[in-house]
């Protein structure tokens, strides 16, 4: 199994740099999923992905830790 850092980018205006965060995390709470990422691997190759939302929505109702190549 490999590793990876997955970042998401929101410019947000505030007053104080934990203000931004919880704004961030209001925006999110809100269920407003992102859907653009950036993916840095273990050799710190950086990509930017786009996800498709039905593809997304679909994997992500599967149950991944039941696959045996998980464990």
């Known amino acids: 199994m490999h590793k990876y850092t997955?970042?998401?980018?929101r410019e947000i205006e505030a007053d104080t740099a934990?203000?931004?965060a919880l704004l961030m995390y209001q925006e999110l709470?809100?269920?407003?999923?992102?859907?653009?990422y950036t993916v840095i691997d273990e050799a710190k190759v950086t990509a930017e992905l786009k996800l498709d939302r039905e593809?997304?929505?679909e994997f992500a109702s599967i149950d991944h830790t039941?696959?045996?190549g998980n464990w």
Not at 6 to 9: D, F, L, P, R
């Open 6 to 9: 997955v970042s998401i980018t």
């Open 29 to 36: 709470a809100k269920g407003q999923v992102p859907d653009s």
């Open 18 to 20: 934990e203000e931004a």
């Open 55 to 57: 593809k997304a929505d």
């Open 66 to 68: 039941a696959d045996p």
